[in-house]
């Protein structure tokens, strides 16, 4: 659907990149890799962006490091149309919402770390009727397309999770 409105490719990876979550940083040559894409596509589009304001730069080192500039006026929008284009909308809406004692809910693996997947990585805190949430998941899979994998731990457990364990922080998505 992105797809139809942004022609360029490696523009719609940059905005997932970004601006889902607002704490990645990324450099071209990790982009150019990640992306498989060539340096100059991915520079000219990194530039646009800068230019426009809604990324900005440093210096680390010999590398230029480009972060989502969030006090961008136009930030929360784009934001909350990459969660919409991922489906992360309906996730809330119809799953979150109606399960109840729910009190946190992460985003994991891939989209925590702004790259585009097939498969939306959550954890969920609470007590959650899994046979319940199993239901929700599987309606919601056949909206948004994508799979939906999850962890469900208890409340007395969220001080013991081992962050350190998933390939990159997860992602708060929701908070009672």
């Not at 704490?23 to 894409?37: D, K």
């Not at 589009?45 to 972060?67: H, I, P, Q, T, Y």
């Not at 799979?147 to 013991?160: A, F, H, Q, S, T």
Request: glycine share 4%; hydrophobic share 40%.
């Amino acid at each position: 659907m992105i797809e139809t409105l942004i022609s360029s490719k490696t523009r719609v990876k940059l905005l997932l990149k970004f601006f889902l979550n607002s704490n990645t940083t990324a450099y071209l040559r990790s982009l150019e890799s990640e992306f498989g894409e060539s340096s100059n596509s991915i520079r000219v589009e990194l530039n646009k962006f800068e230019d426009a304001g809604m990324l900005s730069s440093s210096v680390k080192g010999n590398k230029k490091v480009f972060k989502a500039n969030v006090e961008h006026p136009l930030f929360k929008e784009i934001h909350s149309i990459i969660l919409k284009y991922i489906g992360i909308d309906q996730v809330v809406e119809k799953v979150i919402e109606r399960l109840g004692s729910v009190e946190k809910v992460y985003l994991a693996g891939k989209f925590a770390r702004g790259i585009d997947s097939k498969i939306i990585d959550l954890v969920f805190i609470g007590d959650v009727d899994k046979n319940y949430l199993v239901e929700l998941v599987e309606k919601v899979e056949e909206v948004i397309s994508r799979k939906i994998r999850y962890l469900v731990y208890l409340n007395e457990e969220d001080d013991r999770m081992d962050w350190n364990s998933f390939d990159s922080k997860p992602l708060l998505l929701w908070s009672k």
